[in-house]
């Protein structure tokens, strides 16, 4: 009896499968948009399957440590060390290819400093002397913008303590200021976007109330234009009205359930000039510094405002300027643009640098690198560069446990950063994580200072362009001062 029932049940699934190839089979050879399950019926869905999934085989068994971008698994097993406070030490020698052309070395001095002649890093001042509010910044490693709304509320949270117990700040992004990047009382750079997002008047226009409001917080250190991001120069962007709740309204200063437009350009800063006018405005209705942060396209843009500051007077310098590498990438941006615009930061930083020495404002301003400087040894060849600080959004999403699954903007991200599931948003568990944040901050700030020890400086602040040498493409290395000479200063003191 038994049998007769599993042959029957047998032929029953027997049936059905083949009644669901042949459905399966006919839609694919009849319908029109595919041409491989045209020709190839079912089988053709294989290709489809794989596609898929091919970016998780690649990352998990066939791409070597060194391979993945646009972090390879070596760097992310790395930036997780850190933050788990694992150390970074390996054993039987590294796989860093030296020979290979754009390696970085850091130049050893032949009689290291003793440990007791050490000395801590010191805070970088900003916009000393030209405000009313200068902001003394501790670490050399900050997290660099990334909205409420493009993060989850657990994620700016875990950010928010970590960044105060490791001393760093936090950019806000242009998403405004939320109550979950006070939480944890970090610093905060206040970043000002096209749609003035925070800071806005009832028409999107800055407004000086909101402005005074935001000054009014300890916590608001400095204000941020944002003129471009590394990811996506000249891109606006349309927040949908589904994502624009009752709190994602209040805090950016746009009306409830109604979709917003991010203008691709301040509709109000169309010239250096214009600029110049903004950061002053800003710096004169809060008293903190302003600064910019923008991709470089060229050297004319730095040429540009360089000449209309020594043109109108020091004064109406930016206090600092954020140099954000084409090769950015926290937020969602067009492929185009992704892969092609806007100079890396290995160009841009040193050309941005050289222009404020020319000039006779390299003292007058501070210096943000961004764009993958996620490694110690990428942020100290930053400082080698020039840069006073390093910004990274990317460093810290690692630490948040970011896998690099590269689904930011699709709402899905399986670690609960980059999403607004609640389900998946469960993952993040702040108390666990705001750790992981302050050990990779305070552990990339040490290694830092362990490359500048070896190069026999005091402190990572005396990282000088010759203490870095780049192999070229026939093996060889080259001083960085003499791939990118220090200029001469061109404006009389
Ligand atoms: S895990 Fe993937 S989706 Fe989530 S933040 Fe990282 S890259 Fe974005």
């Known amino acids: ?52 999934l091919g970016e998780y085989f690649r990352q998990y068994f066939f791409l070597g440590d060194r391979e993945e971008r ?24 590294s796989t860093y290819n030296l020979h290979e052309p754009g390696a970085l070395l850091f130049v050893n001095a032949p009689f290291a400093i003793l440990e007791e002649d050490r ?32 993060l989850s509320k657990p994620a700016v949270r875990a950010l928010s303590r970590g960044a105060a117990d490791a001393g760093c700040w936090m950019d806000t992004g242009e998403g405004g200021l939320s109550p979950y990047h006070l939480e944890g009382g970090c610093d905060i750079v206040m970043q000002i976007g096209t749609a003035k997002y925070g800071v806005r008047d009832a028409d999107g226009r800055l407004s000086d109330v909101k402005l005074r409001e935001l000054a009014a917080l300890e916590a608001v250190r400095a204000f941020e234009i944002k003129l471009s991001q590394g990811a996506k120069p000249g891109k606006g962007g349309v927040l949908p009205a589904e994502k624009v709740s009752e ?20 509709p109000d800063i169309a010239n250096v000039d214009q600029l110049l006018d903004m950061i002053l405005r ?35 310098a930016p206090d600092f300027i954020a140099v954000d590498g084409g090769e950015g990438g926290s937020g969602a941006a067009p492929q185009a643009l992704a892969d092609h ?20 404002l390299r003292d007058r301003v501070r210096v943000m690198a961004a764009g993958q400087l996620v490694t110690s040894a990428r942020a100290a060849w930053a400082l080698a560069c020039g840069a006073d600080f390093v910004n990274t959004a990317r460093g810290f999403m690692f630490s948040l446990g970011c896998i690099q699954a ?12 980059t999403t607004h599931n609640e389900r998946l948003q469960r993952g993040l568990v702040v108390e666990e994580k705001w750790q992981r944040v302050a050990n990779y901050c305070r552990n990339m700030n ?15 602040r005396e990282f000088k362009r010759e203490h870095v040498r780049i192999v070229q493409a026939d093996g060889r290395s080259t001083a960085l001062n003499m791939l990118y000479p220090y200029p001469l200063r061109r404006v009389p003191s």
């Open 70 to 93: 646009p972090f390879n698994r070596s760097t992310r097993a790395w930036v997780y060390r850190m933050a788990k406070g694992e150390g970074g030490v390996l054993g039987f020698g």
């Open 406 to 417: 590269m689904r930011c903007h699709a709402n899905t991200c399986p670690t609960g950063i």
């Open 446 to 460: 040490k290694e830092i200072d362990m490359i500048a020890h070896s190069c026999g400086l005091h402190h990572a």
């Open 119 to 150: 000395q801590p890093t010191p805070p970088a001042a900003i916009g000393e002397g030209w405000c009313r509010a200068p902001f003394s910044a501790r670490s050399v490693v900050n997290i660099s913008g990334m909205s409420y709304g493009a």
């Open 282 to 316: 800003v710096r004169d209705v809060t008293g903190k510094p302003v600064g910019i942060k923008t991709a470089i396209g060229g050297w004319q843009f730095m040429n540009m405002l360089c000449d209309a500051v020594n043109r109108r007077g020091i004064g109406d």
């Open 341 to 360: 615009m806007a100079l890396s930061i290995d160009e841009a930083l040193p050309r941005v640098v050289d222009a404020l020495i020319e000039s006779g």
């Open 1 to 52: 009896m038994q049998s007769v029932f599993s042959v029957s049940l047998g032929v029953l699934l027997a049936l059905l499968l083949a009644l669901a190839v042949s459905y399966f089979y006919l839609r694919d050879i009849t319908q029109k948009k595919h041409a491989i399950l045209r020709n190839y019926p079912i089988v053709g869905h294989l290709r489809y399957f794989f596609e898929e």
């Open 247 to 266: 709190e994602i309204a209040r805090i950016r200063g746009i009306p409830v359930g109604q979709s917003s437009l991010s203008p691709n350009r301040h």
